[in-house]
């Protein structure tokens, strides 16, 4: 039987939920929603985060969220790798 492990681990995505979590919680505060629902920002941002995933895992691409937290232009958007990055795991311990 051969094993085939070409897939995410629980660990690996829990890790990712909860720096996209962190980063929410950094970022939110920061960002003045005049006239903007906060729910529907974090809606937005967590459909955009899912369809990330969905993506790198589909076409085996690195994708990222970035945010720009300025005072006066606060945005978010995804970018896409044409490199693979790769995260020393003894780096998060």
Wanted: aromatic share 8%.
């Amino acid at each position: 039987m051969e094993n085939n492990n070409r897939g995410f681990s629980l660990i690996e995505i829990s890790i990712v939920i909860l720096i996209i979590g962190g980063l929410l919680a950094i970022a939110l505060p920061r960002m003045s929603f005049s006239k903007v629902d906060t729910k529907k920002v974090i809606r937005e941002i967590t459909v955009s985060a899912k369809e990330v995933r969905n993506r790198a895992k589909l076409y085996g691409t690195t994708y990222r969220l970035a945010f720009r937290l300025d005072a006066d232009n606060q945005a978010y958007w995804v970018e896409k790798s044409t490199t693979v990055t790769y995260i020393d795991k003894a780096a998060l311990e």
